[in-house]
């Protein structure tokens, strides 16, 4: 029987997050936690910043779906954009401080 919140996941029980691009329930270590500082959304690679969470998988089409639904203020429920330069920055490659 499978547990509330829990994945099957290699035969052991996972936590499980939601993509807040595609909305697809998968296991949370495959998926980015990112964090609100202020009015950006940053990359929370160690998962220890404090405050709400969104879970992202790591890919740039996730990130647009996500932008163009406007996901960002609703999981961080905060009113207004955020800006999310950092997070597009780190899955395009490109070196930069994501904190």
């Known amino acids: 029987m499978r547990q509330h919140g829990k994945l099957e996941y290699g035969g052991h029980a996972v936590p499980q997050r939601t993509c807040v691009g595609c909305r697809v329930r998968t296991a949370k270590s495959e998926l980015l936690r990112l964090v609100r500082v202020e009015d950006q959304v940053v990359l929370d690679l160690r998962g220890r910043l ?16 996500a932008e163009r639904r406007r996901a960002f203020p609703r999981a961080f429920r905060v009113p207004g954009p955020l800006d999310v330069s950092r997070v597009r920055a780190h899955l395009e ?5 994501v904190m």
């Open 50 to 65: 404090p405050g709400r969470g969104a879970s992202l998988h790591p890919s740039l089409s996730c990130l647009e779906l």
């Open 93 to 97: 490659g490109e070196p930069r401080n």
